[in-house]
């Protein structure tokens, strides 16, 4: 093949890649959003699903390494169950569960908030597979919010593993995640993990962006959410949006610093993101 053409063909991958990863200013943190999972350990696989049996892949997960599984099980507790709770691979040295506080409320279970892989006395949980079921006398945890950093990340951001940090996410709902640990390894991609109560308690989406705080720094935003109400300086106009779908071209048009819509208002997620580049406010009437 002609090299120009294949230094062509590698300039306009190199390209895409580029634009799919979003660009980070110094203490921006990139959210995902952790559903419900189950991390299994390798006899308890064949208990679930056979002698001998091995997960298959469904797709690769963002940190390095990790993939979500073809395989579900359902999870069940004292007053109800969960069906087709997603495995997380691949096999580990211990089984974990990890749901949120409203699941937890759901199969009649009190877990503890944990960082993940420390189970020790924490809550039991029944897991039903197509072979056969188990008991895990424990190992059912809500995750603690953390954040994935390779080591020259947390250089970067001025912190070291096991430090806590608070994060600081604008939009609709403003909200500020405290006590979130940052974890480091060569193994770890950049990227802070929530369960989806967290998630909903700020209209958080996959792939939100936050913004470090570390311990004694106050808060820089001039907008600060309180019991779900913004609060705007006086000297702010507001603007009372009525239609139905707040978009980009809307953000851009509006003069005023602060729109606020009405509850049930669809915003897109490229107006949330133009508000926050050109400084202006979203809220909730």
Do not use: C
């Amino acid at each position: 093949m002609d090299q120009q053409l294949i230094e062509r063909i590698v300039g306009e991958v190199m390209d895409q890649l580029q634009k799919q990863e979003p660009k980070l200013s110094n203490n921006e943190i990139p959210i995902a959003v952790s559903a419900r999972h189950v991390h299994l350990k390798p006899e308890h696989i064949e208990v679930l699903f056979g002698k001998g049996y091995e997960l298959t892949k469904r797709s690769d997960l963002s940190q390095p390494g990790q993939f979500a599984a073809n395989e579900t099980v359902v999870i069940a507790g004292p007053r109800g169950s969960i069906e087709k709770v997603r495995i997380l691979g691949p096999a580990r040295s211990l089984s974990q569960v990890e749901v949120s506080w409203t699941d937890a409320m759901k199969l009649g279970v009190k877990p503890p908030l944990r960082e993940s892989g420390n189970i020790a006395r924490s809550a039991g949980i029944t897991l039903i597979g197509p072979k056969g079921s188990l008991y895990l006398d424990e190992g059912l945890i809500v995750a603690q919010s953390h954040i994935h950093m390779e080591p020259k990340d947390a250089d970067r951001l001025g912190v070291r593993d096991g430090d806590f940090v608070t994060i600081d996410v604008e939009g609709i709902r403003p909200i500020s995640f405290n006590q979130v640990k940052i974890r480091v390894s060569e193994r770890y991609r950049l990227e802070m993990h929530i369960d989806t109560d967290e998630a909903n308690a700020g209209f958080i989406t996959q792939g939100t962006i936050g913004k470090l705080r570390k311990p004694g720094v106050e808060r820089s935003n001039d907008v600060v959410a309180t019991h779900n109400e913004v609060q705007v300086p006086p000297e702010k106009k507001a603007f009372y949006f009525k239609k139905k779908l707040l978009s980009n071209e809307d953000i851009r048009a509006i003069q005023e610093d602060e729109i606020v819509v009405d509850k049930g208002t669809i915003v897109t997620a490229l107006a949330k993101d133009t508000a926050r580049e050109i400084g202006k406010v979203i809220s909730i009437k």
